[in-house]
């Protein structure tokens, strides 16, 4: 089993729809979680991060995190064109000098 | 300003051969790291530099040896270059204290 398991779609929802993207991971020492946006032929640029349990809204961007099952999501309200990309979860057990552990992420196309 | 940056951009070359990718930093981070992300976009840490200190070397063949001049640069140096090295290599940063990592544009190996 790997450590991070990400559904890597495609994935297609028309404009304004609401996207649940999801990661289940094994090891139950990670404690930060990110999401990452990746454009085509783009370097990953992060997106959201959250430390341990819980939920956090940026703009049309909600991240939760349940440990107990350690699943983590990423929730896009009013999806746009602009949305369209690969989205990777990350996660890492320590602050600092860690290196993250990728997903393989989702492709996500949102159709106008 | 290019908070990180990476040349070359495109890299075709054949068995064989010896190559090198830079990368750059401005944003006066600590710590470094190569990941690489092959044809099924799965994102993988190669190494990471703290205070051009090597600080993370995860499984990589020795044909593969990266330097750090300064804690602004990361270079990767590769020799004897195979079919399975094409892939996309990145390189990031973060703060000493935090996990929070920037990606460059990437480098596209292709070995023909």
């Known amino acids: 089993q790997k450590e991070v398991e990400q559904d890597p779609g495609p994935l297609s929802v028309p404009e304004g729809a609401i996207v649940s993207l999801n990661c289940t991971y094994s090891n139950s020492a990670f404690q930060y979680f990110m999401w990452y946006r990746q454009y085509s032929r783009k370097g990953p640029e992060l997106l959201m991060y959250t430390y341990s349990s819980g939920n956090k809204e940026d703009g049309r961007f909600t991240a939760q995190v349940d440990k107990s099952s350690k699943y983590i999501s990423l929730f896009i309200r009013d999806s746009q064109p602009s949305d369209s990309a690969t989205y990777l979860c990350?996660?890492?057990?320590?602050?600092?000098?860690?290196?993250?552990?990728f997903g393989k992420g989702t492709r996500l196309s949102v159709i106008a | 300003d290019t908070a990180v940056s990476q040349t070359p951009k495109y890299l075709v070359t054949q068995m064989g051969n010896d190559k090198s990718i830079k990368c750059e930093q401005n944003?006066?981070?600590?710590?470094m790291y190569w990941y690489k992300q092959d044809s099924k976009k799965f994102l993988k840490i190669m190494f990471s530099?703290?205070?051009?200190?090597?600080?993370i070397n995860e499984t990589v063949p020795n044909r593969f040896s990266p330097k750090s001049p300064d804690k602004a640069h990361l270079n990767l140096h590769i020799n004897s270059l195979e079919l399975g090295d094409s892939a996309v290599y990145f390189c990031a940063s973060s703060q000493n204290s935090g996990n929070t990592q920037y990606f460059g544009p990437g480098t596209r190996l292709t070995v023909l």
């Open positions: 530099y703290n205070n051009k200190e090597l600080i």
């Open positions: 990350a996660m890492s057990a320590s602050s600092g000098n860690t290196p993250l552990v």
């Open positions: 944003l006066g981070h600590d710590t």
